[in-house]
């Protein structure tokens, strides 16, 4: 018998045509709300989002934010030339090819653009307050499937939000279970996620400390809390990728989100703490920019001995 003849995509009719144009009008009057706000500062919307993109890629060339954001080369040149000018931003050479040249912001970027950072998370955190968490989440899920469907090959397939009651239970659970499937760590390790994730809610100072959950077709997949440790200095913890999402990029995003956010809370630097077997964590926090700066030998949670690893960033 022959091949079936694959079948075409129908055409979207003119009812699909209609729906589209009529919510990305909507979405433009919402954005749009949020845009006037911004430019009530002394940026334009494209200095706005030249920066935002050089205060979360760890490092990014010139001509690759021309096609990112669409923009003439012409016209980003003579923005980043301004911002050099300013002493907002550093051009570093790659350390693989000499004639490629990295951007990225100078603390006195990272603070200049701190304030509109702020004031962009304090205007979408109102936008979604006047809604339920059910429905918010819906919102992100739904947002989610949108990109999944459009751009398919560029779209996330998991979503990260801020803990909500339920996942501190979560996040004490699948570090016993997981830690002690993989690395045979006992009940006493358990205990000591349980200590963490109670002193945070107990004590939190929500300007200042943050956890992210990762989620995954509605099911949790990851978490990172980021804590105060001084004024001036924050600790990473508690970082954990469900094996069903590993390799997805998850662990990379939260440890992202961590930096930038401690950035913007005025940090001046990151700690953690970690085990040396936990080798794909240690290269996610190499990749970031964290250097080992101490180690410890115990057997806390363990009948072998364990190598206790502090990790630093500096911001």
């Known amino acids: 018998m022959p091949s079936p003849v694959p079948s075409l995509p129908a055409p979207a009719g003119p009812d699909a045509v209609q729906a589209i144009r009529r919510f990305n009008r909507f979405y433009t009057r919402q954005i749009g709300v949020l845009e006037e706000h911004l430019l009530k500062s002394p940026f334009s919307l494209t200095e706005v989002r030249v920066l935002y993109e050089l205060a979360h890629r760890p490092q990014v060339s010139a001509t690759e934010l021309g096609e990112d954001l669409g923009l003439d080369r012409g016209y980003l040149s003579r923005i980043l030339e301004n911002f050099k000018n300013q002493a907002w931003i550093m051009v570093t050479p790659s350390s693989q090819d000499r004639r490629k040249q990295f951007l990225r912001l100078t603390p006195k970027g990272r603070k200049t653009f701190a304030p509109l950072e702020r004031r962009a998370g304090d205007e979408i955190a109102a936008m979604i307050g ?58 006493r390790f358990e205990a000591l996620v349980a200590e963490i994730v109670a002193h945070f809610i107990q004590n939190l100072d929500a300007r200042r400390e943050r956890c992210w959950i990762a989620e995954k077709g509605g099911q949790k997949v990851g978490s990172v809390f980021l804590v105060k440790k001084s004024a001036s200095v924050a600790k990473l913890r508690l970082l954990l990728v469900e094996p069903s999402a590993r390799g997805l990029g998850i662990g990379k995003r939260l440890v992202e989100e961590c930096v930038g956010f401690a950035r913007q809370a005025a940090y001046r630097k990151i700690m953690l703490w970690t085990q040396s077997e936990l080798a794909a964590a240690r290269g996610i926090y190499q990749a970031a920019g964290f250097q080992r700066v101490a180690a410890e030998r115990h057997n806390n949670w363990s009948r072998k001995n364990l190598v206790a690893e502090t990790w630093e960033l500096k911001l």
């Open 130 to 187: 006047r809604i339920s968490p059910a429905h918010q989440q819906s919102l992100l899920a739904a947002m989610n499937e949108i990109e999944n469907v459009l751009a398919p090959a560029a779209a996330p397939t998991y979503v990260l939000r801020q803990h909500r009651p339920g996942d501190m239970g979560w996040v004490v659970q699948r570090h016993g279970e997981l830690y002690w499937h993989e690395y045979h760590y006992d009940e």
